[in-house]
């Protein structure tokens, strides 16, 4: 007998495995792809064939899973360990454990206090650094063009979103993802004008685009750079 909550769809050269979910909250049935892989889900008492409904739309899911195979591809393979890098404002810099009162960033490494790698292990105190780093480098840039754009942002927020690198909330608060910090300082400057450039154009319409070009005239040339190395700035599979 057929497993119910799992099956695989044959299509051309490839076997996608898929799982079966059932949905109180479904009202249609669905088929869901991401980097995590493909899943139907179906309302609690629909009696659709999963088999039949992946069979239909067998090159829509090849099309997307192909996508998110080539992400998961160049997404870099990381270990917390000494000797392996990661970057840092553009740069790859390589984890050092050293007899240091405080973590710091220096030209070519992370020198990570010894003392808190005992105690936390080196990839929560690598991101304790990151995030410190972030919030200086965001707050000094945010004050640099809130000035030079004449607006006034709210308090800084950092966080950890997969899919955004920054907001802007209707109380002024700027929340930047931690990971851009990773990006180089020109594409870090452009997230930064970009929600700044919120507090006065709330959409993005032809007047948003103009401000931002006024301040960034690269703009587009950073928006691309974040297109295509989204998948370089992650720090855990988590963030895929
Ligand atoms: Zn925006």
């Given at each position: 007998m057929p497993n119910e909550n799992a099956g695989s769809l044959r299509v051309f050269d490839e076997t996608i495995d898929y799982e079966v979910r059932r949905s109180e909250d479904a009202t249609q049935p669905r088929i869901d792809v991401d980097i995590h892989g493909v899943a139907v889900v179906l309302p609690a008492e629909s009696d659709i064939d999963p088999q039949e409904l992946v069979e239909d739309n067998a090159r829509w899911i090849l099309k997307q899973w192909r996508q998110y195979q080539d992400h998961r591809e160049q997404a870099p393979s990381r270990r917390f360990e000494p000797g392996e890098t990661f970057l840092y404002r553009g740069d790859d810099r390589q984890i050092e454990v050293k007899d240091v009162d405080k973590s710091h960033v220096e030209p070519e490494t992370f020198a990570l206090a010894a003392d808190a790698v005992e105690e936390e292990g080196i990839q929560d105190t690598l991101e304790s650094l990151y995030r410190r780093k972030a919030r200086l480098v965001f707050k000094s840039r945010i004050d640099h063009y809130a000035d030079e754009m004449s607006v006034e942002p709210g308090k800084l927020e950092l966080r950890n979103q997969r899919t955004r690198w920054a907001s802007c909330s209707p109380q002024r608060t700027l929340s930047f993802n931690w990971r851009l910090v990773m990006a180089p300082d020109d594409v870090i400057d452009y997230v930064v004008v970009h929600e700044l450039a919120h507090l006065r154009?709330?959409?993005?319409?032809r007047r948003f685009w103009n401000l931002v070009q006024k301040h960034d005239p690269k703009y587009e040339e950073h928006v691309d750079w974040l297109t295509e190395n989204s998948v370089q700035l992650i720090f855990t599979e988590d963030d895929l």
């Amino acid at each position: 007998m057929p497993n119910e909550n799992a099956g695989s769809l044959r299509v051309f050269d490839e076997t996608i495995d898929y799982e079966v979910r059932r949905s109180e909250d479904a009202t249609q049935p669905r088929i869901d792809v991401d980097i995590h892989g493909v899943a139907v889900v179906l309302p609690a008492e629909s009696d659709i064939d999963p088999q039949e409904l992946v069979e239909d739309n067998a090159r829509w899911i090849l099309k997307q899973w192909r996508q998110y195979q080539d992400h998961r591809e160049q997404a870099p393979s990381r270990r917390f360990e000494p000797g392996e890098t990661f970057l840092y404002r553009g740069d790859d810099r390589q984890i050092e454990v050293k007899d240091v009162d405080k973590s710091h960033v220096e030209p070519e490494t992370f020198a990570l206090a010894a003392d808190a790698v005992e105690e936390e292990g080196i990839q929560d105190t690598l991101e304790s650094l990151y995030r410190r780093k972030a919030r200086l480098v965001f707050k000094s840039r945010i004050d640099h063009y809130a000035d030079e754009m004449s607006v006034e942002p709210g308090k800084l927020e950092l966080r950890n979103q997969r899919t955004r690198w920054a907001s802007c909330s209707p109380q002024r608060t700027l929340s930047f993802n931690w990971r851009l910090v990773m990006a180089p300082d020109d594409v870090i400057d452009y997230v930064v004008v970009h929600e700044l450039a919120h507090l006065r154009e709330k959409n993005h319409t032809r007047r948003f685009w103009n401000l931002v070009q006024k301040h960034d005239p690269k703009y587009e040339e950073h928006v691309d750079w974040l297109t295509e190395n989204s998948v370089q700035l992650i720090f855990t599979e988590d963030d895929l």
